[in-house]
């Protein structure tokens, strides 16, 4: 069954699932299917055994949901300037603030309508408030959420109309 978590973003309320997770196994959800008269932004992510599953139903603000885990390990900090944008983020000091920061810009990017021109350092986090930006989309910005499970980072985001 997994751990369940309710999660709100700006008055919308996101369902989070973390469960076992074998790559060699089907895996089915039991999240409730989208009745037609609602339509509903899902998003998934997968890292050190561990499936995060995100629902949310969309409305007039909420655009769509994304959801990111990773696993805490070492990483090569020149990873951070692919990441990063160095004139307007901070810079990392740790891996563990990058495996961070990572997983905002990820739930950000998956959150995001339209999504297959967005490069990491198009999603700029604010003043790590809980809020970002996208370049280029003025009428989009982001509310997240981040926390840790086990081993693991994991954030949920939402893309809210501006």
């Known amino acids: 069954m997994g751990t369940m978590y309710e ?10 699932r973390l469960e076992q997770y074998a790559p060699s196994r089907r895996h089915v959800s039991s999240f409730p299917k989208a ?11 997968t890292s050190n055994g561990l ?28 990873l951070s300037h692919f990441i ?13 603030e990058l495996i961070e920061r ?6 950000c990017f998956k959150a995001t309508p339209g999504n297959s021109h967005l490069l ?3 999603i700029r986090i604010g003043t790590y408030d809980g809020t970002a930006c996208c370049i280029g989309r003025s009428s989009l910005r982001y509310t997240y959420t981040t926390f840790h499970h086990d081993s693991c980072i994991i954030t949920c985001a939402a893309a809210l109309q501006q």
């Open 7 to 16: 999660l709100e973003l700006e008055g919308h309320v996101v369902c989070v």
């Open 35 to 45: 009745s037609p008269a609602r339509s509903w932004s899902s998003s998934s992510s």
């Open 51 to 78: 499936r995060a599953t995100a629902h949310a139903p969309c409305s007039d603000t909420l655009l769509g949901i994304g959801i990111d885990i990773e696993e805490i390990r070492t990483l090569d900090m020149r």
């Open 84 to 96: 990063c944008d160095p004139g307007f983020e901070k810079p990392c000091t740790s891996t563990e």
């Open 102 to 107: 990572w997983t905002v810009k990820e739930a």
């Open 120 to 122: 990491p350092t198009s």
